[in-house]
């Protein structure tokens, strides 16, 4: 039995005086998007400034609760509080409330709670413990089969609740799987894949293998320097196109110029594959191979997402992307949200003078688009300190997290700040335009007392874990 | 053991990597790019127009002759129209179910959220029970704004009209936009700068719904409207009227001059029509209706576009010339053999020979060829006797616009030496050739409004001021501002006015015209004219002016088809002058008056090309 000292005297107390600024400029913000003439104190319960002042104290509340909670008991109960939100999550369709065409809430007295947001914590709770244990190694298959249990559960789960928003930031944590020595390739790959699917279902096949080459071309020129070669492979890829297009237009064929520009792609790298493997020259092999791969998976999730899912399926992957969300034509809320931004300037319009905030130019805007009211009345300088902050919470998240010699905490740690990361890009770059519209909160700012809960409970048990870097955690 | 340590620099540049991707795009959103703030103003600014009300028109007297009635336009923004009563509604503000329908369609496709208008123009009879049942229409409000009312319905042509701007002016100017109103002819036009005014703008902020939400920029960039500025007419309203009852139904023009200010007094076109048919929920269906009717041309204003042969009225301007240029004393005689007269022979039968008083008094052709052949052989060429003739005619405000505000005034004609030397050849005409220039004939067209000012040269013996309708424009704060017309001095001395003015004295006294001209208390001048025209019967045309001494007014009527000079266009200047002068018609002259109001001139050559 260790000495019991006072855990406050070794809490992160950076960590947590930047959670504190941004809530405060989460609150402020929130009260600028949703003002109301007829209610203008920033007290007001009525409001939803009000309210969120109220669940900024529920938020503190539950952090002291985490800091004077046992260490231990994050570390012994993992399995189990997982395995509970886990229960919560099944028990959503039969007792839960709908919001906005979602049924992931559940009712508790007056609060709704979305036991997603939860989940979030008590997967990283599992891949902490999971992880950290003896038996554990990442590439054996029985603890890869484990880690894709643990992860699965909850993302299915939370699928079948229409939150497909909440669902993929479960991707996130790959990034921490990498950082335990998950193979880069795996990665790298899930990176291209996300990449060339959201391309081909944004801009449609065609530029998406347009992209595709041309980035095959730039990387070869970059790894191999020749030059000529590469002009060579381009007329060739170019000529292939070009024949058939013209045997197509004079036989008034009308075929769709995707097929030729297919056919290109697919005959050019085949004979620069053979070439390749005849001369041993493997990277070359390597880069073809993934430009082939990646061509005929664009082709094909296009032809998935055409002719074998149903309606409701498409439906759903374009919410997701923010293709069919849009209510007044391609692009209205994030052209919105842009020229908000954008219109913000260097100094900002001030406080409670955005006009595209206070005349609800932008939608959702004290929830999801709540960066909108950053850019617009606090100008570059106060998203730029927005960012910053972010910035500096995830360097110091990380800083923590390899500072704890405990594996347990080390992965919870990344867990927390990838997560925060996710929340943070998707949401942030959906409303600068670099992003598809994803509805996920941004963290600490966003609206809303379950989102603000879990995230202060994620961060949280972080903090307490940390605080006991110094312990020897054993279970 | 932790092989892995190094990949947190990984996990955290990809990280770091994000974060200076959104930095770099926020500093291309906000500070690189200007033109997501002018869509942030274009979003929420709403500019609306605030419609100063049109200047008035007075005449002479103070007497309003346009001032500016209050209308309605029935609005609807879609967005907030409920089922309601159609059919009520329609009964109210008098519209077909239909074009109800229509509208309510149009300004849907339009937009939904912003107003458009449903039924123009209602009046204020059809307001007033409208206003109490709107609250049952939500959706539907309504939108005043001002259209012009003629009260006297009289000078339609002079005044002009004003209707919706044309593209084409939208594009070159740029303080109307699409639905203003615009003067389009007459003093309207003339003086739309003036009669105007200012308009003025309100900018507010709207929400995305369109809702206003606020002043924009703190009402800092609002502008006031300036009421339009009043125009103060040389008009004589009632006389103006009192000119159109008695061209009833006749087809030609009038116009009456101050001779001492050049100010008009009145200017008449007839056929004319209703000013107030131009205005309000009919006016495109008048409108196509008045300019359809090619028999009578209602809108055309034949006092200053009407080009005619000034016939013996002419006569005046060639007397003076010949005393002026010596070419004949008032005392000279040439014999006159009436009907067997050459080259040009006398319509009726007088004494003979006659000199200048009775030459005029009987408007003996032969004696008017006699000088106006001694003018143009008074120089040593006909071409040089016909360029001093000319530059005389001309510097009587012939053959030139004579400079009123009104764009469509014409010049007339008057053919140049050229003209001739291309016609006959050179040095092959002569006065002779032109003779018909003698008898007021030929090569000469003058318009009404030309005549009226000879008649006021004469009056004045030998100058005349600019004629002008408008002597003074008052700034809303109801200060007049006097405008200033040029003085044009003819030059012909004053005592030849007078041997003419004798002359014209004799017209009205000592022949027929003393009974249906001549007045008890006024010496009236005057002098007729009989046009020849090809196509159909002679033109009736008169100028005169009285007092003789102190002229008040010099006036010129014209009527087409109507015959002898004598027989309509001199009793109706008669009328016109004693009205003016004494205010009222001498009962002995009132059966003249009936007989010449119930004169109908126009269905009577109906009836005759009839038959």
Known sequence: ?475 | MDTFSKRKVIVAGIMLGVGILFVLRLFTLQITNKTYKQFATRNVLREITIYPARGYIYDRNNELMVYNKAAYDLMLIPREVKAFDTTELCNIIQLDRKDLREAIAKAKQYSRYKPSIVAGQISSDIYAPLQEKLYKYPGFFVQSRTLREYPSKSAAQALGFVGEVNQRTIETDKYYKSGDYIGVSGLEKAYEKELRGIKGVQKSMVDVHNRIKGKYNDGLEDTTAILGQNLITGFDAKLQAYAELLMTNKKGAVVAIEPATGEIILMVSAPSYDPNLLVGRQRSKNYSILMQDSVYKPTWNRAIIGEYSPGSTFKLVNALIALQEHSVTPYDRFSCSGQGSTPIRCTHSHASPVAMREGIRESCNPYFWNVFRSIINHSPTAEEGYRVWRDHVVNFGFAQRVGTELSSERKGNLAETSYYDKYFGQKRWNAMTIRSLSIGQGEILVTPLQMANMAAIIANRGYYITPHLVRAIQDPNRVSHELEFEKKVIDIRPEHFNTVIEGMQAVIEDTKLQHTVKLDSVIVCGKTGTVQNPHGADHSAFVAFAPRDTPKIAIAVYIENAGFGATYAAPIAGLLIEKYLNDSIAPRRKDLEQRLIETDLLNVVEVKRKL
């Open chain 1, 1 to 475: 039995m260790q000495k019991k000292t006072n855990v406050w005297n070794n809490v992160d107390w950076i960590t947590i005086s930047i959670y504190l600024a941004m809530m405060f400029i989460g609150w402020i913000n929130i009260y600028a998007a949703v003002y109301n003439e007829e209610h203008k104190s920033i007290f007001d319960m009525t409001q939803q400034y009000g309210k969120q002042l109220m669940w900024i104290g529920a938020a503190i509340f539950i952090a002291v609760l985490m800091i004077n909670t046992d260490s231990k008991f994050f570390v012994t109960f993992a399995f189990p509080i997982y395995i509970a939100i886990i229960f919560l999550l099944m028990l959503v369709p039969f007792i839960g409330t709908t919001i906005n065409g979602a049924k992931s809430w559940i009712q508790f007295g007056g609060f709704l709670l979305q036991p997603s947001e939860f989940m979030k914590m008590g997967t990283s709770l599992a891949l902490a413990r999971y992880i950290s244990s003896y038996n554990f190694k990442m590439h054996s298959w029985k603890s890869l089969l484990a880690l894709a249990g643990i992860l699965f559960v909850p993302v299915g789960l939370i699928f079948l609740q229409n939150d497909t928003g909440s669902a993929i930031v479960f991707g996130v944590f790959l990034l921490v799987l990498y950082r335990e020595g998950l193979n880069g390739i795996v990665l790298f790959f899930s990176f291209l894949i996300a990449l060339v699917f959201v391309l081909t279902m944004v801009l449609e096949p065609l530029p998406t293998i347009l992209i595709l080459t041309f980035a095959a071309f730039l990387i070869n020129y970059l790894i191999r320097k020749k030059t000529k070669r590469n002009l060579i492979g381009m007329a060739t890829f170019t000529s292939i196109f070009g024949i058939l297009w013209l045997i197509n237009y004079l036989a008034e064929g009308g075929v769709d110029p995707l097929y030729f520009v297919f056919a290109a792609a697919f005959i050019s790298s085949l004979v620069f594959f053979l070439w390749a493997i005849m001369l041993h020259k493997r990277s070359l092999a390597i880069l073809i191979g993934i430009y082939l791969g990646s061509v005929l998976f664009s082709v094909s999730v296009d032809y998935v997402f055409h002719n074998i899912m149903e309606q409701h399926q498409r439906d759903r992957i374009n919410e997701l992307l923010g293709i069919q969300s849009d209510l007044h034509g391609a692009g209205y809320h994030v052209n919105q949200s842009k020229i908000a931004i954008g219109s913000g300037g260097f100094f900002g319009k001030g406080f409670l003078q955005g006009t595209q905030t206070k005349f609800d130019f932008v939608p959702e805007q004290s929830t999801d688009f709540i960066f909108c009211t950053v850019g617009e009345e606090w100008g570059f300088l106060g998203s730029t300190l927005v960012i910053g902050l972010f910035m500096a919470l995830l360097m110091r998240l990380i800083f923590l997290a390899e500072r704890n010699r405990s594996k347990f905490s080390r992965v919870y740690g990344y867990c927390v700040a990838t997560i925060l990361f996710f929340h943070f890009a998707v949401n942030i770059g959906m409303t600068i335009g670099l992003a598809p519209v994803i509805g996920i909160p941004l963290p600490f700012f966003s609206y809303g007392g379950s989102s603000l809960w879990s995230f202060t409970l994620l961060l949280f048990v972080f903090v307490r874990l940390d605080a006991s870097r110094f312990e020897q955690l054993s279970y």
